[in-house]
């Protein structure tokens, strides 16, 4: 995730661009590139909110991939260089094989856990077991897409929000705030 964003950082730099494309092109390239980094850059941010245990692992797999195809590259560079024999270059090959072979994209976890949720809720970790199960059996899931807006700053709220899987993005003046996985708003409701 983090090398798309610096490849994306690399390509978008204006001398990069007017290498490979004339002059007016190379203009509405950069404009094209600065927006989609600016898009994977906010996307980035919403998936390490929403799945932070998710998109450190997607991070860490990629990084060992990355660093797998590095060392497929040095050991191919020695063996040209006649620094290791063609027997230590396939020894070392099968080796990053077996390694390369054990690297799993991780599992995502939805949290779709209302007990924590309410336990990690401050206004609700004083009650008791039995009242925590009640206030959880009022939880009703609530899907919301992309760019929906759940609720608007000013108006009379009669509800409060747990965020159990997903990213919202609350708009505030001078900076927008991401919340995630576990995070909760609209509490002033109650």
């Not at 090398?3 to 661009?17: D, E, F, I, N, S």
């Not at 063609?86 to 390369?100: C, F, G, M, N």
């Not at 004083?126 to 608007?152: F, N, S």
């Amino acid at each position: 995730l983090q090398a798309t964003t610096m490849g994306l950082r690399k390509l978008a730099q204006q001398p990069m661009v007017n290498e490979i494309a004339q002059p007016k092109l190379a203009v509405e390239l950069a404009a094209v590139l600065q927006e989609r980094l600016s898009e994977h850059s906010a996307a980035l941010q919403c998936l390490r909110a929403a799945y932070p245990e998710y998109a450190a692992g997607l991070e860490e797999a990629l990084l060992e991939q990355i660093a797998v195809r590095l060392e497929y590259a040095e050991y191919k560079n020695m063996l040209a260089q006649s620094a290791i024999s063609k027997e230590v270059y396939s020894d070392l090959k099968r080796e990053v094989d077996a390694h390369a072979a054990k690297i799993q994209r991780p599992t995502l976890d939805l949290g779709l856990e209302a007990q924590k949720l309410v336990q990690n809720m401050p206004f609700f970790a004083g009650l008791p077991e039995d009242q925590q199960k009640e206030v959880c059996r009022m939880l009703k899931p609530r899907l919301v897409l992309p760019g929906e807006q759940v609720i608007t700053q000013g108006e009379r709220g009669d509800c409060m929000y747990f965020i159990s899987s997903g990213a919202a993005r609350v708009v505030l003046d001078p900076a927008d705030v991401i919340l995630g996985r576990g995070d909760f708003f609209g509490e002033m409701a109650l």
